[in-house]
C-alpha cells in the first residue's frame, strides 16, 4: 500500500502531521525525514533481494537516530507492524517471547486534539520553509483559515488534519520533484 492510500485510509496522518505515531520522544527521529513507505515494506521476506535491500536501508537509518532503543521499545509493547527501532515485525515478536510477552499488544491510540493537529501542522510548515529557504506567509495563513473554518463547522481533529494535509501535500509533491535535500518527511 503507497502513503497515499494510506494518508485516504487515515493510517499515517498522524505519523506526517508529528512525525511519531502517537508519541512525542522530545526529538526529531530520522525516519521522518524519509518516505515512510522505506519502513513498511510490502513484505519482510528477506529472502527477496529487494525486500532485503530495503529492510536494510530502513534499518541503517534507524541505527543513526538518537530514538532507536526508545523507538525499538514503543514498538515491542504497541505489537506495531513494519520497521521501528532497526528490527521487523518478526524480530519484534521474537523479542516478545523472549520476555515471556504474550500475543501482539496494540496500544490504544488515542484520538488526535485540535491543539495536536495545529502543533503538527506547525512543525509541517516548519519543515517546508526549511527545506525552501524561506518563510510561506500565505501557506500558513491558509492552514491558520481551513483549521479555524474546520472547528467552526464542528469537524472533528481527524478532518482538521485531513485540511491541512489538502494544503501542504502540493507543497510537499513539488518539493520531491525538484533536487533539494532530502530534509522533510513526504
Request: net charge negative.
Amino acid at each position: 500500500m503507497t502513503t497515499q492510500e494510506r494518508i485516504a485510509r487515515g493510517d499515517d496522518l498522524y505519523t506526517l502531521m508529528t512525525h511519531v505515531p502517537g508519541e512525542d520522544f522530545g526529538a526529531h527521529p530520522l525516519c521522518a525525514d524519509e518516505d515512510p513507505d522505506l519502513h513498511f515494506p510490502v513484505s519482510e521476506d528477506v529472502s527477496v533481494p529487494l525486500i532485503r535491500e530495503q529492510v536494510e536501508r530502513a534499518k541503517a537509518i534507524c541505527e543513526q537516530c538518537p530514538l532507536m532503543a526508545t523507538c525499538r521499545e514503543n514498538a515491542i509493547n504497541r505489537g506495531s507492524e513494519g520497521i521501528w527501532g532497526a528490527t521487523t515485525t518478526a524480530e519484534r515478536a521474537e523479542i516478545r517471547r523472549e520476555r515471556g510477552l504474550s500475543g501482539k499488544r496494540r496500544r490504544q491510540v488515542e484520538p488526535l486534539t485540535a491543539r495536536e493537529v495545529s502543533a503538527g501542522a506547525g512543525r509541517v510548515l516548519d519543515d517546508l520553509e526549511q527545506v525552501r529557504g524561506e518563510r510561506l506567509p500565505l501557506l500558513r495563513k491558509q492552514v491558520r483559515q481551513a483549521l479555524y473554518q474546520a472547528r467552526q463547522r464542528g469537524d472533528g481533529a481527524d478532518q482538521q488534519a485531513a485540511a491541512v494535509m489538502r494544503l501542504v501535500q502540493p507543497e510537499i509533491d513539488w518539493l520531491n520533484t525538484q533536487d533539494v535535500p532530502g530534509e522533510i518527511a513526504a
